[in-house]
């Protein structure tokens, strides 16, 4: 009987440190998943800057005195989002639609034809939280010595629950994790 019970526990003894090792195995693979995922997100941030500022330069200076009215929605977005991002706008927890509408001195169906048609995003939500998101991601990077629940604050975030759920939904990761991984 004594014999059946330290098999039975020697049989424990060897599930139990296999299922350490897979867990371990796992824990690498994820971790070193997640820093190339970490860089892909790094320098897809950094060349959209690049790229935006950039764009700037090569805005004609015909548009550049262009007003909404004659505007197309799509260059009507490109100097909306120009002047959101330099001006950093989407930083503001009450940065809305009706921002938009008084700072630009427009509609509010032009503002919704110029995210829905002049845009990528269907939603001028959308379009905000991924600036946010994108800006946070900057700045987990930039400033690791800075709380994520500050970081969270700081990009426009009401909740820090709200921020980890979106930014995993974004980046496929936590903020936690993609700050681990840039380390």
């Given at each position: 009987m004594t014999?059946?019970?330290?098999?039975?526990?020697?049989?424990?003894?060897?599930?139990?440190?296999?299922?350490?090792?897979?867990?371990?195995?796992?824990?690498?693979?994820?971790?070193?998943e997640?820093?190339?995922?970490?860089?892909?997100?790094?320098?897809?941030?950094?060349?959209?800057?690049?790229?935006q500022?950039?764009?700037?330069?090569?805005?004609?200076?015909?548009?550049?005195?262009?007003?909404?009215?004659?505007?197309?929605?799509?260059?009507?977005?490109?100097?909306?989002?120009?002047?959101?991002?330099?001006e950093r706008l989407f930083l503001d927890p009450k940065f809305e639609r009706q921002t938009i509408m008084d700072r630009f001195q427009l509609s509010k169906d032009r503002v919704g034809a110029v995210f829905s048609k002049g845009s990528k995003h269907a939603k001028l939500s959308n379009y905000i939280q991924q600036l946010r998101l994108e800006y946070a991601a900057q700045q987990l990077i930039a400033h690791p010595e800075t709380s994520i629940v500050q970081i969270a604050a700081e990009c426009g975030f009401s909740s820090h629950k709200y921020f980890s759920d979106r930014f995993r939904q974004y980046y496929?990761?936590?903020?936690?994790?993609?700050?681990?991984?840039?380390?």
């Open positions: 014999n059946f019970i330290t098999v039975g526990i020697g049989i424990l003894a060897l599930f139990a440190i296999a299922f350490a090792v897979i867990v371990v195995i796992k824990n690498r693979t994820i971790s070193r997640n820093r190339v995922l970490a860089q892909q997100v790094a320098d897809a941030v950094n060349y959209k800057d690049l790229y500022e950039e764009q700037q330069v090569k805005l004609p200076k015909s548009e550049a005195v262009s007003t909404p009215d004659t505007m197309t929605d799509e260059q009507l977005f490109q100097h909306i989002h120009a002047v959101v991002v330099r496929s990761m936590t903020p936690t994790e993609f700050r681990k991984a840039r380390l």
